[in-house]
């Protein structure tokens, strides 16, 4: 594990730059970093050294070292393919995954990148073609960022290596920041940046003498109507596609733990764990400091309790840190907002940094996590609602608009009330699937920018981001659609990218064995009635795992990874919010309206109205702008894992 970073330029490479790019990412490699450059091109990566300890830093190469490697991530086929290549008279020299990338491209050329089995970012120079190959896993755990500038061609792990070359404009991207302030983040291949972009999961580049062209290598199909495999079948099938991806991604020569949340999805894996390994599983789980105020935290802490919950179960090593909400809470989160290179509206960043410091300082560098089950299984209640919709859009249309609309919108019932809202734009499937999934309504736009029209360019460039994704399943059910496009979407450029940047600021590895690619293609092969049954879900999932997790889990209600970020609005985070989005502020930098702003800012604040999505928003974009648009924000030196655990509680317990 580790991030890579490189230069193409025709007139030759800047080693100077290429080091600079090194030194910015190094809390991707604190075990070292190595650069090669040869004429134009230079390569290099930082080293977070998990498999083969004495193996020394990349670049690695071939052995006539006409093939060249970069390589951020893990491969968990490395050592099947590695025996193929030994036996097709390949020769290797170190016992590391990255190695047989550089033998399987010699081998298998660019179909190589299809047989690798993990996460990863990886570059590769051919060259006997003079070519680079820049690819990303199938789904999305690791970012590949690339710009073209007069230094030529720039590539690395995260943006602010690519932003160590002074002729990168540091410029926002309008398209993207419609996309951020509707869904919470920026598609591929935009980013926040004008001029510097992002792969897509599954997609590679190559660039040579004929340009640039980018093409996908794979693409899960949901089509459950194309199995007839019975639900007994399905349990069968799904605890072992879990079973074998936890497993692999428990290959490792370090320490190893797991994030426990005390969900279904985290517990499963903790379990399978467990059952692996002779050892107690070490558990990493991160609550919020409510001293004296019982009510929040029962509310915000129940991942504290469950947590602890299956920590007894399976006998774990178990570490828990609760984070203060006072004011060390407004000098850590501008690090975190500079980690993120672009933002998202992601409010789980901050309790990922603590738990991943938590973990770093306890010698563990890798752990896995309990990512994507909820939309491969139908986890969150959009799931049901969305279902729920679909049988109340089969009444015909009339009868809805006029008689039972109306009525409904009078009920005490929220849930009803909303049922009759959100049936008014369900027709559209952009608007519906943005009434479950977006943060600002597309309407609020046109009063909260400064930009004319802001709202009908928003809604057409979130169209056309999200449609064709929308448009690729084969089922019958929205809610597939619904599942389908956030795994592509949102998963890939919000959650993981949140645990990619916060886990790497605290130099760990994070691996999610529920985006191991067989067990998405399965789980997009069976019917939605094997996930949802009545109130519950993932009952297919939860049927597999029946036996390993305790009863209390499989039947606690959906709570998702949700901070009291509201109140730190109203305290810890209060003097940045006073700052970056004071009416000089927002009208220095002239995207958004100050008057509106500051409206939301005292509604919230006074408890007037509770505008958490638009204020947290808003926050996040005004102080990655003062970090990377007008840099009058200057963050002092690094923040490291241990100054984030000086802030918080600490308990271990170990319950073997």
């Known amino acids: ?20 790019m090194a030194q910015r990412t190094a809390h991707r490699g604190p075990d070292g970093y190595g650069i090669w450059q040869d004429g134009r091109v230079a390569l290099g990566a930082g080293r977070l050294a998990i498999i083969d300890l004495s193996a020394g830093v990349q670049p690695v190469f071939s052995e006539d070292r006409q093939t060249v490697v970069a390589f951020n991530g893990e491969i968990y086929n490395h050592r099947v393919l590695r025996a193929e290549l030994e036996r097709e008279g390949h020769h290797f020299y170190t016992q590391t995954d990255t190695e047989v990338i ?35 896993d199938r789904l999305g755990e690791k970012p590949v960022y690339y710009a073209h500038s007069t230094e030529g061609f720039l590539f690395a792990s995260e943006i602010k290596a690519i932003l160590e070359c002074p002729q990168v404009p540091r410029v926002v991207n309008q398209t993207a920041l419609y996309h951020l302030m509707t869904v919470g983040y920026t598609p591929p291949p935009l980013t926040l940046f004008e001029g ?169 560098p890798v752990l896995l996590t309990g990512d994507a089950g909820d939309e491969l299984f139908g986890g969150y209640n959009h799931y049901r609602a969305d279902y729920q919709l679909s049988q109340y859009l089969s009444i015909p249309r009339p009868l809805r608009t006029h008689l039972l609309n109306p009525v409904l919108k009078r009920l005490p019932s929220e849930e009803l009330r909303k049922l009759a809202r959100k049936s008014q734009h369900a027709q559209e499937p952009v608007h519906r699937y943005l009434e479950w999934m977006r943060i600002n309504s597309i309407e609020s736009l046109d009063g909260l920018m400064t930009t004319p029209r802001a709202s009908e360019r928003a809604y057409a460039a979130v169209r056309d981001a999200l449609l064709p994704l929308l448009n690729q399943p084969h089922t019958p059910h929205f809610a597939d659609r619904i599942a389908f496009t956030s795994l592509n979407r949102w998963v890939a450029e919000d959650s993981n990218m949140r645990v990619d940047k916060m886990s790497m600021l605290m130099s760990i590895e994070a691996r999610a064995p529920f ?62 919010l006073e700052t970056y989005l004071s009416p000089a502020y927002v009208e220095a930098v002239g995207i958004f309206q100050p008057l509106a702003v500051q409206t939301l800012v005292e509604e919230h604040l006074s408890k007037r109205g509770y505008h958490l999505w638009s204020l947290w928003s808003l926050l996040v974009f005004h102080l990655w702008h003062a970090i990377y648009i007008d840099q009058t924000l200057k963050l002092a030196g690094n923040l490291s894992p241990q100054q984030l655990v000086d802030t918080a509680q600490i308990t271990v317990e170990s319950f073997h």
């Not at 594990?1 to 600079?20: D, H, K, S, W, Y």
């Not at 209390?552 to 730190?568: A, M, T």
Request: charged content about 25%; aromatic content about 8%; some cysteine.
């Open 196 to 364: 510097i972009e992002k792969l897509a999961p599954a997609e590679l580049l190559i660039l040579n003498a004929e340009g640039l062209h980018k093409q996908r290598y794979w693409q899960a199909q949901m089509n459950p109507s194309s199995t007839d495999m019975s639900y007994g079948d399905a349990v069968r099938a799904v605890r072992d596609a879990l079973t074998q991806a936890v497993h692999s991604r428990m290959m490792s020569d370090v320490p190893i733990g797991a994030f426990l949340s005390g969900g279904v999805d985290s517990t499963a894996v903790v379990g399978l764990m467990s059952q692996a390994t002779a050892a107690p599983v070490r558990t990493f789980t991160v609550g919020f400091d409510f001293e004296g105020d019982a009510r929040n935290n029962d509310k915000f802490n129940v991942d504290t309790r469950f947590g602890e919950l299956a920590a007894r179960h399976f006998k774990t090593e178990h570490h828990l840190i609760k984070v203060n909400p006072d004011s060390t809470l407004a000098e850590i989160f501008p690090y975190l907002v500079a980690q993120l290179d672009e933002p998202i509206v992601q409010h789980a960043i901050v309790q990922t940094a603590y738990v991943s410091a938590l973990a770093r300082v306890n010698d563990v």
């Open 102 to 136: 550089v033998h399987g491209y010699e081998q298998w050329g660019v179909g190589c990148i299809a047989r690798l089995e993990g996460m990863f970012g990886v570059a590769i120079w051919d060259n006997l073609r003079h070519q680079l190959l820049l690819a990303r």
């Open 515 to 576: 985006e191991d690619h067989r067990l998405v293609e399965l789980a997009y092969r069976l019917p939605l009635r094997y996930k949802l049954r009545e109130r519950d879900f993932k009952r297919v999932l939860k049927d597999a795992v029946r036996d390993l997790v305790p009863a209390d889990i499989l039947n606690r209600p959906k709570w998702g990874f949700v901070p009291p970020s509201s109140e730190w609005l109203r305290t810890g985070l209060r003097p940045l």
């Open 1 to 20: 594990m580790c991030g890579i970073f490189g230069q193409v330029n025709e007139l030759g490479a800047n080693p100077t730059l290429v080091e600079r």
